[in-house]
């Protein structure tokens, strides 16, 4: 399991693959090729305690189901909560993780974000 911060900013750096109810980001490590980490983080922006310890017990156990058997050899996983993540059914959540992973090993990620608080250039 992932617990540093360093792990997860590392891992925001590397494929990303979103999904209505999460962000998967998968971060392939040299060296290691037999362990599989993974990670689950919620915002604030999900809801009370509850609801974001609800939404990381699924996470949890939705990793440690497919991971073992679809995992991407030797690389940290991160799972990022969506706000809609919480009341989506479980083999839904299992199914789009699946496909989410198959594209991570593939190495087809979504293309990058645009930076949050980026400014348009200044008018003159």
Known sequence: MIT????FLAA????RVARPGFVLLVNRRPGDESALRFGVTVTKKIGN???RNRMKRRFR?????????QGVPGADH?????DTGVERDFALLRQ???GALARAA????????KGRGQR???RK
């Open 96 to 98: 789009e993780l699946a």
């Open 49 to 51: 305690a509850v609801m």
């Open 61 to 69: 156990a939705l990793l440690r189901e497919v991971l073992p058997q």
């Open 120 to 122: 348009p250039p200044p």
């Open 106 to 113: 593939a190495g087809k990620g979504d293309a990058p974000r």
């Open 4 to 7: 540093k911060r360093a792990d």
């Open 12 to 15: 925001n750096n590397a494929i």
């Open 78 to 82: 991160v799972l990022i909560g969506r």
